[in-house]
Nanobody
């Protein structure tokens, strides 16, 4: 089992920045690819970003490319999502996710482990 706990969400004005963190425990963190998803009210959960186990590969949804950056610190068992130039349409609950396979997150979009989510609200 892998336990994931997100933090760093909050209220920010459009154009501002937030940095989300996801602390993992339970299994060897470095053995897992990590990702971020989000779900806005009335919409389906959507993929945001993913990072391979060693940080060597990252992948982003087109909607956030150039504005968001995913990173990880395997020594701290933590993955981050730096969000810049935030827009009101970025408002959502953001979920951290983990899976042993990078493609399960990026292609199949069904990672094996989920966090409980953190709310991000961007005001106009």
């Amino acid at each position: 089992q892998v336990q994931l706990v997100e933090s760093g969400g909050g209220l920010v004005q459009a154009g501002g920045s937030l940095r989300l963190s996801c602390a993992a425990s339970g299994r060897t963190f470095s053995g897992y690819a990590m990702g971020w998803f989000r779900q806005a009210p009335g919409k389906e959960r959507e993929f945001v970003a993913a990072i391979a186990w060693n940080g060597g590969i990252t992948y982003y949804a087109d909607s956030v490319k150039g504005r968001f950056a995913i990173d990880r610190d395997n020594a701290k068992n933590t993955v981050y999502l730096q969000m810049n130039s935030l827009k009101p349409e970025d408002t959502a609950v953001y979920y951290c996710a983990a899976d042993q396979r990078f493609n399960t997150i990026v292609v199949r979009r069904v990672p094996g482990y989920w966090g409980q989510g953190t709310q991000v609200t961007v005001s106009s």
